[in-house]
């Protein structure tokens, strides 16, 4: 079953979007397998420290 819920409706297009443009580095030289590798990891952090609903303390 497909969930509906508008956050995984967009963070499923996101991943698409892109693995697509990862895709099309690598076949252009733009990047190695391995660039395209750690910069996906580096963005899964970003993305996740985002969505992160957990409040942040105060300085």
């Not at 397998?33 to 985002?50: F, H, K, P």
């Amino acid at each position: 079953m497909r969930s509906t819920d508008p956050r995984h409706v967009w963070a499923g297009g996101l991943a698409r979007s892109i693995a697509e443009e990862l895709r099309r580095g690598v076949a252009d030289g733009a990047v190695t397998w391995s660039e395209a590798d750690e910069l996906l990891a580096r963005l899964r952090t970003v993305v996740d420290q985002a969505l992160d609903l957990s409040p942040q303390p105060l300085r």
